[in-house]
């Protein structure tokens, strides 16, 4: 089956410093997404991307994130300049069209420093 | 705003013994999802329920929707130690693809 997949699984990181995370979604999927889970919390939402643009960000995807989708298949969610809170398991996911899954990878852990 | 709320947060049963995961929602939607997660894991999905009535079943697990109530039910039959893990529900607004909004996860610990 096939899946989403992240890269890198864990990055650790200092404090100002920047972060580029990377996603492949499913191949035939046209809608990405970029999720974050503080430690023992809830999944929350960051960024929704379709047709090459952002189409919903929420209150947290401020102006040090950004997403691009630079060559067709990666997805990348990059933080300008990271801040303690951002510690984090990043996941990406994607979905085709329609009321479907959303198919999550396995996620990266960002540890700022 | 969507809200998405599930309750108990923390739930530790007996192997063997049924319980119930609630999931109230805030707003009219009629797609709304159960994923599981098991501790420094991705989420694994389960369910889709798309409809007022909704039912299905997986294993030692059921899940149902009730729309009018706005209200998700996710059903432990007998349960055993492999089923301990979090379980989340999560509901998207009723137009477009419009991002799912969770609820905090169900912590379930099954014990012998």
């Known amino acids: 089956e096939p899946e989403v997949t992240q890269t890198p699984s864990h990055q650790v990181t200092q404090m100002g410093q920047e972060v580029i995370l990377r996603c492949v979604p499913i191949s035939n999927h046209l809608y990405f997404y970029w999720y974050r889970q503080i430690l023992g919390q809830k999944v929350e939402f960051l960024v929704s991307?379709?047709?090459?643009?952002?189409?919903?960000k929420s209150e947290i995807f401020d102006d040090q994130f950004s997403v691009e989708r630079p060559d067709g298949s990666n997805f990348t969610l990059k933080i300008r300049s990271t801040k303690l809170e951002d510690s984090a398991m990043y996941f990406c996911a994607s979905k085709g069209t329609g009321p479907v899954y959303l198919h999550f990878g396995n996620g990266t852990r960002l540890t700022v420093t | 705003e969507l809200k998405v709320e599930q309750n108990p947060l923390f739930l530790s049963m007996q192997e063997g013994k049924n319980y119930t995961i609630y999931c109230n929602y805030s707003?009219?939607?009629?797609?709304l999802y159960w994923y599981r997660q098991d501790p420094g894991k991705s989420l694994e999905s389960l369910f889709v329920?798309?409809?007022?009535?909704a039912v299905k079943q997986e294993g030692r697990l059921m899940a149902s929707l009730d729309t009018k109530a706005r209200l998700s039910t996710l059903h432990i039959t007998a349960a055993v130690h492999d089923l301990s893990a979090t379980y989340f529900c999560?509901?998207?607004?009723?137009?477009?693809?419009?991002?799912?909004?969770f609820g905090k996860g169900t912590r379930l610990s099954v014990i012998a």
């Open positions: 707003t009219t939607s009629d797609r």
């Open positions: 329920l798309l409809s007022n009535g």
């Open positions: 991307f379709y047709n090459n643009e952002i189409s919903e």
């Open positions: 999560a509901v998207d607004a009723v137009s477009g693809n419009t991002p799912l909004v």
